[in-house]
């Protein structure tokens, strides 16, 4: 017994600072993910995939003129490719973070394993948030070639990038604004009624949030127009409408980076407080 | 410099639940002090505040007020330093259920600061250890629950901890498991580790702790060796003596004798509670020789841990 004693007692030198543990965290949700990665993103890529092939191939080739050019000489695939990325994004990025948060504050607290990790608490929220807005990122870019590729002879999305910083800033900042917000909001529901914030958040979110139409087009539906300003997919929807299709009317550069960027912080805010609340007691 | 403080040191340590009926005091007022090297139980029934207790001394759990320090190091101030320096083995299974059994290990290497190779061969060396080198590979949800909890103590040594937390760490385990666990607990503390376990099984305080605390509602009601509270106020020796028939009236003069605090007779069967009970089990058997009724049945419980728990805890049910 003292021989296993005295192996237990032979622990390699270690020298744990706040950085080393943030990125061995990081570390573990990248193994978890390079792991189930056909199931992580093939849930994110259906959606999408099969709307492009719907509204992009099936029914202009079925019903001709009206899923044909949209706008003047927009397709309607032109508009869906902003649209459909910013809601991957979004759908990606929440699950990332909120059914692992489910399980690991259910009665097991199996959050326990990485709250006594040498690292603050605010700071293992903030690794949940950098871990699923890399995952909505990956979802986000695995989207492209179904959205750019997938279409009815004459239906191809005119789509081309002039401003690749604001492109990237756009990516970067709606992916970490939905884990933040995902984060948020599984700390603060239920975990029983997790299903009701798919019904009740993501849902409409995506519905109303200008993913099959531009923001401009809503003029006609003034109180909508107004109401889905406080859809965050909105904002994402339409900062890659300008990165992706500036051609296609789009929100003033500045609205929509001011909520991207400053919602995330805020959100971000918000969740790490909540966060630490629930593991901390 | 934290090596010459004690493992652990609390001072007027309390903690108020808020619930919906008002305010529960999980543990109230507690003093406490562990040296290092030392192997110290909490005992205590359910509710008692024993995890309360661990959950504070592991930062997880917020003081309402008070102090705690583990070596040194306020719970509640430097709460990543006293992280660097426990290792806690909670009641729940708290096993990282996306991580193979020994990701779980290398991973907890990493997050303690070992660069990925070191972690890797840590991992495999406590595995094989602990008997787990043909589970590497499974997942949590594959294993059973002794080797569960098994891995979940090579997972809180990984970093080789100062202090080692064990929440009711038998609790559910077969007799083998749990006398294996002994074992290896006992060897560890004898290459220096300290060790604070919470329990409610007497066996397992009396088998493995050098000194104990009996906890309940939130207070210490008792604390010091296993010996030290088998001696303390309130350990009776308890004789029980059954015979074929009534029995001899003579019983009655054991009342009132210095040592002897109560005689409880009642059909066929006396039960003497004393505090020196030499020679009273063979007087009762002549007494019943004498009068010409059989012994068909004697016993004799010394005080125990058990006894000294049930003396102090009362034998009302807890949830």
New interface residues.
């Given amino acids: 017994m003292t021989a296993t004693a005295e192996a237990i007692g032979h622990a390699p030198a270690a020298q744990p600072t706040i950085a080393k543990t943030f990125a061995a965290m990081m570390a573990r949700e990248l193994r978890v993910m390079r792991r189930n990665f056909f199931s992580t993103f093939m849930r994110v890529i259906m959606q999408p995939l099969l709307f492009v092939f719907v509204f992009a191939y099936v029914l202009p080739k079925i019903g001709g003129g009206a899923f044909g050019r949209a706008a003047g000489s927009l397709t309607f695939s032109t508009i869906l490719v902003p649209g459909l990325v910013a809601s991957s994004i979004i759908m990606q990025a929440m699950m990332a973070v909120v059914f692992p948060l489910v399980m690991e504050l259910s009665w097991q607290k199996s959050i326990q394993d990485r709250a006594l990790a040498p690292l603050p608490v605010p700071l293992l929220a903030l690794e949940k948030i950098a871990a699923a807005g890399t995952q909505g990122l990956i979802g986000g870019l695995l989207v492209f070639p179904a959205v750019l590729f997938v279409h009815a002879k004459g239906q191809a999305p005119a789509v081309h990038i002039d401003d690749w910083p604001l492109f990237l800033l756009v990516m970067v900042a709606g992916s970490l604004l939905a884990a933040s917000a995902g984060l948020y909001l599984g700390t603060v529901i239920d975990p029983r009624q997790v299903t009701m914030l798919f019904t009740l958040v993501l849902l409409p979110a995506t519905m109303l949030g200008c993913v099959y139409y531009p923001w401009a087009a809503l003029d006609h539906i003034r109180w909508l127009q107004l109401a889905v300003l406080l859809n965050p997919l909105v904002y994402l929807s339409e900062g890659l409408r300008a990165a992706l299709t500036p051609q296609v009317e789009h929100m003033p550069t500045w609205a929509f980076l001011l909520v991207l960027v400053g919602g995330t912080v805020v959100l971000c805010r918000l969740a790490m407080r909540t966060f630490t609340h629930r593991v901390l007691t | 410099m934290t090596s010459d403080q004690p493992a652990v040191r609390t001072v007027g340590l309390h903690k108020t ?1 808020s619930s919906p009926d008002g305010d529960v005091p999980a543990v109230a007022g507690v003093d406490l002090e562990l040296a290092r090297g030392e192997f110290f139980g909490l005992l205590g029934p359910n509710g008692a505040g024993k995890s309360t207790m661990i ?1 504070m001394l ?5 003081p309402t007020s008070g102090q705690a320090c583990v070596c040194g190091l306020d719970v509640v101030r430097q ?3 006293v ?2 320096r ?1 290792g ?1 083995v ?1 009641q ?8 193979s059994v020994a ?1 779980n290990l290398e ?10 190779r ?2 890797r ?2 991992a495999d ?2 595995l094989d ?1 602990f008997n787990l080198g043909d589970r590497r590979k499974a997942t949590p949800y594959q294993i059973s629950g002794g080797q569960a909890k098994r891995l979940m103590i090579c ?1 809180a ?4 901890p100062e202090v080692l937390f064990l929440d009711e760490p038998t609790a559910g385990l077969d007799p083998q498991t749990r006398v294996n666990l002994w ?2 607990l ?3 503390q ?2 220096g ?1 300290t060790i604070l376990l919470t329990t409610h099984y007497m066996e397992e305080a009396e088998a493995l702790c050098e000194r104990v605390a009996v906890i309940d509602h939130g207070r210490l009601l008792a604390c010091g060796t296993v010996a030290d509270l088998e001696e303390s106020a309130g350990a009776e020796t308890i004789i029980t003596v059954t015979y074929e028939g009534a029995p001899p009236a003579d019983v009655a003069a054991l009342r009132g004798r210095d040592g002897v605090s109560r005689v409880e007779v009642s059909d066929g069967q006396v039960r003497v509670f004393a505090r020196e009970p030499d020679g009273l089990l063979g007087e009762l058997v002549s007494v019943g020789a004498e009068a010409g009724i059989a012994v068909t049945d004697a016993a004799q419980l010394r005080p125990s841990l058990e006894t000294v728990f049930l003396t102090l805890t009362g034998r009302e049910y807890r949830e």
């Fill in positions: 639940y959950g592991t930062t997880l759990v917020i709460p990543v330093e992280k660097r426990i806690m909670s729940n299974n708290t096993l990282d259920n996306d991580l990701e991973f907890r290497g990493r997050y303690f600061g070992m660069s990925g070191d972690a061969r840590r060396g406590l250890l997972r040594l990984v970093h080789r074992d290896l006992r060897g560890l004898a290459d580790q």
